[in-house]
Each structure stands twice: as structure tokens, then as C-alpha cells.
Nanobody, 114 residues
Framework: QVQVVESGGGLVQSGGSLKLSCVAS????????MSWYRQAPGKQRELVAA???????NYADSVKGRFTIARDNAKNTVNLQMNSLKPEDTGVYYC????????WGQGTQVTVSS
């Protein structure tokens, strides 16, 4: 069983920045594809950013140029740097680890005030 734990959420004003972190347990972290999803109230969960085991990244169009995903295999960590935040970025952000199976964290709340 892999445990996935997010941290770093909070309340920030529009235009501000936050950095989310996700730690996944297990000795094969480097083989996981890691991704961040978010879910706004009343909406479906959506992909925000992803990074493959090889380091390739992809982003939702809505966050390109503002968010950066990066992984540190030595620390079993994936981070999401979020800049120029907008009220529409508000939601619960979830980290997902995927290998043979998929594991989700409990989520961390991000609120961007206008």
C-alpha cells in the first residue's frame, strides 16, 4: 500500500503564489507517474499537471505558464509551484501516484480570494 500525503494549501490573494508538496511512500517512487488534480465546488475533478517517471510534464491549458510541477525522487516528493493565482484556481488539490495501481491523497484546500 502506498500512502500519499499533500501539504501546502491555504488562503491566498489573487496574484499570489503557493507551493504544494506531495510525499508518496514506497521504495519505487521513481517509477510512479505523479500528478495533481483539483476539484472545485460543484465541479468534476480535473487534471492540473502531471510528471512521468522520466520527467516529462504536461499541464492543463488553464495553468500553463503559471504552474510548475517538479519531482525529487531522492525525497519521494512532487511539488506544484503555483504563481499568479486566480480565484478560479480555488479548490481541493489532490496528488495521485500511478504505477501498476493508483493511489490518491486526501487533498489540500487552496482558496484564492479576489
Amino acid at each position: 500500500q502506498v500512502q500519499v500525503v499533500e501539504s501546502g494549501g491555504g488562503l491566498v490573494q489573487s496574484g499570489g503564489s503557493l507551493k504544494l508538496s506531495c510525499v508518496a511512500s514506497g521504495s519505487i517512487f521513481s517509477s510512479y507517474a505523479m500528478s495533481w488534480y483539483r476539484q472545485a465546488p460543484g465541479k468534476q475533478r480535473e487534471l492540473v499537471a502531471a510528471i512521468s517517471s522520466g520527467g516529462s510534464t504536461n499541464y492543463a491549458d488553464s495553468v500553463k505558464g503559471r504552474f510548475t510541477i517538479a519531482r525529487d525522487n531522492a525525497k519521494n516528493t512532487v511539488n506544484l509551484q503555483m504563481n499568479s493565482l486566480k480565484p478560479e484556481d480555488t479548490g481541493v488539490y489532490y496528488c495521485r501516484a500511478s504505477a501498476i495501481r493508483t493511489f490518491w491523497g486526501q487533498g489540500t484546500q487552496v482558496t484564492v480570494s479576489s
